[in-house]
């Protein structure tokens, strides 16, 4: 797939804001074709940085793999035959703590903000990670 996007951010003080858009663009018929919104904004409070992101996955052209209507959102492209024109919506939310000036680690937790049609790939997840500063 092509991924053309753009992103930006902006602090306002210490609160931050974030957003990004874009293109899954399929590379053959079998694979479905998306485009992405995302929205985050977090606050600075010492070391610690709640969070809240909004996400929005839009499947604008249908593949031909799968005769079923829910996408992968962000993990798989099932290519759902009756997946055009479905959106899944999701909200996070979580926190970043920064250990030490190097590194930072966070957690959030997305779930779904409606139940339509496509999308039921996603109930729940749980991401983390470590970011490690060099230099």
């Known amino acids: 797939a092509l991924n053309p996007f753009v992103s ?3 602090s306002l003080g210490d609160f931050n804001l974030m957003a990004g858009t874009g293109l899954r663009i399929a590379m ?3 694979d479905s074709s998306f485009w992405d919104l995302d929205l985050h904004a977090d606050i600075k409070l ?3 940085y709640p969070l809240v992101e909004v996400n929005l996955v839009h499947v604008y052209h249908a593949g031909e793999r799968l005769p079923i209507a829910d996408e992968g959102e962000d993990f798989f492209n099932f290519g759902a035959s009756k ?3 479905e959106n899944i919506l999701t909200m996070a939310t979580g926190a ?6 190097t590194i930072d680690i966070g957690a959030a937790y997305q779930f779904p903000l409606d139940r ?3 999308s039921g790939i996603i109930d729940w997840r749980l991401t ?3 970011i490690v500063r060099f230099g």
């Open 28 to 30: 053959d018929d079998a």
């Open 8 to 10: 930006g951010a902006t």
């Open 116 to 118: 339509g049609e496509g």
């Open 96 to 101: 970043r703590y920064r250990v030490t000036d």
């Open 83 to 85: 997946s055009a024109g």
């Open 128 to 130: 983390t990670d470590v």
């Open 46 to 48: 010492g070391n610690f």
